[in-house]
């Protein structure tokens, strides 16, 4: 079992940066992809990035390519979501999610990922 902790959400405005942390506990994090999910008011969850256990390789969604960084800490158990010039459209409810995985390539689909966060609050103002 992974317990996921997601930190970081808030209120900011149009242009503004937020970085999210998403804690693990359990079995050993470096074993573990991780990605970030979101679910924006009315919407299904979406993918938005995710990367590899050694922290080697990334994918992101297209709406957020260039303005936001996956990176991680396996010393920390922590995963960050370095999300800058947020625009209102990536208000959302942001989880961070994990499976068992030593491959080179990260999942994007949400079906893969079998361990998840409860989800912190970004609402971004315009």
């Known amino acids: 079992q992974v317990q996921l902790v997601e930190s970081g959400g808030g209120l900011v405005q149009a242009g503004e940066s937020l970085r999210l942390s998403c804690a693990a506990s359990?079995?050993?994090?470096?074993?573990?992809?991780v990605g970030w999910f979101r679910r924006a008011p009315g919407k299904e969850r979406e993918f938005v990035a995710a990367i590899i256990r050694t922290g080697g390789r990334t994918n992101y969604a297209d709406p957020v390519k260039g303005r936001f960084t996956i990176s991680r800490d396996n010393a920390k158990n922590t995963v960050y979501l370095q999300m800058n010039t947020l625009k209102p459209e990536d208000t959302a409810v942001y989880y961070c999610?994990?499976?068992?995985?030593?491959?080179?390539?990260?999942?994007?689909?949400?079906?893969?990922?079998?361990?998840w966060g409860q989800g912190t609050q970004v609402t971004v103002s315009s």
């Open positions: 359990g079995r050993t994090f470096s074993n573990y992809a």
């Open positions: 999610a994990a499976y068992r995985s030593l491959s080179a390539f990260v999942s994007m689909i949400e079906s893969s990922y079998d361990y």
